[in-house]
């Protein structure tokens, strides 16, 4: 699929490369839910971004609402624990996740789902990462942002605290942790402003999904 970045948005040349994880900023936000989050994790992110938007087989979902089948609003790809990741930074991002939170964790991050967001009407709705063990336990989900930004927005389900916008950007890491998935819920909520494609991968535990 052909859905490219200006390369003069970002200019940060051609080597992809990964910065150390020591940066990582860690907020509470209650109820057991954290975020850690590092800025510019990748650079050379205009390349990665690239490859992905052209070699992934990007697939649209349909789903039902309201008794209609209608469009999931972004595209998807699923790697398995077994399947080779789409590009080799790939398997470096993760072989880095693990080694940084190996002992917090206690496993390692083994699959990676990958959606594309086309445009601002492209969007997640609010939810947790609860089809699996996020429902039941506490767990990490370390998120890659590639492409234009767009907000994460984060809430928690008591609402009983305000709404958190975390702005990612081209490269950034995000890494929800502890209850952040059956406590909280989150979402990339569409926009009215022209921005461009944005890729997100997400890494997790075998058995959250
Ligand atoms: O686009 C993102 O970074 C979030 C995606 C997400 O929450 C999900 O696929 O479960
Ligand atoms: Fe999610």
């Known amino acids: ?123 997640v709705a609010w939810h947790g990462d609860t089809i699996g063990r996020g429902s039941s336990e506490d767990t990490m989900v370390a998120i890659l942002s590639l492409g234009a930004p767009r907000q994460l927005a984060l809430r928690p389900r008591r609402r009983d605290a305000a709404t958190v916008h975390m702005p990612l950007g081209h490269g950034d890491l995000i890494v929800m942790g502890g209850s952040c998935q059956r406590t909280w819920e989150h979402a990339v909520p569409k926009t009215s402003r022209a921005v461009g494609p944005r890729i997100s991968v997400q890494f997790r535990p075998q058995g959250v999904r």
């Open 1 to 123: 699929m052909a859905v490219h970045l200006q390369g003069s948005l970002f200019d940060q040349g051609d080597e992809i490369a990964l910065g150390p994880l020591d940066g990582l900023r860690r907020t509470e936000l209650g109820h057991g839910a954290w975020t850690d989050v590092l800025a510019q994790w990748v650079t050379g992110a205009d390349a990665l971004f690239d490859a992905l938007a052209r070699d992934v087989e990007w697939r649209a979902e349909q789903r039902v609402m309201y008794e209609r089948v209608v469009e999931v609003p972004r595209l998807l790809s699923f790697f398995g624990a077994d399947d080779p990741l789409p590009h080799p930074s790939l398997e470096e991002a993760r072989t880095a996740l693990n080694a940084h939170y190996a002992a917090e964790l206690g496993e390692p991050f083994v699959t990676a789902g990958l959606c594309l967001y086309r445009d601002g009407r492209d969007s």
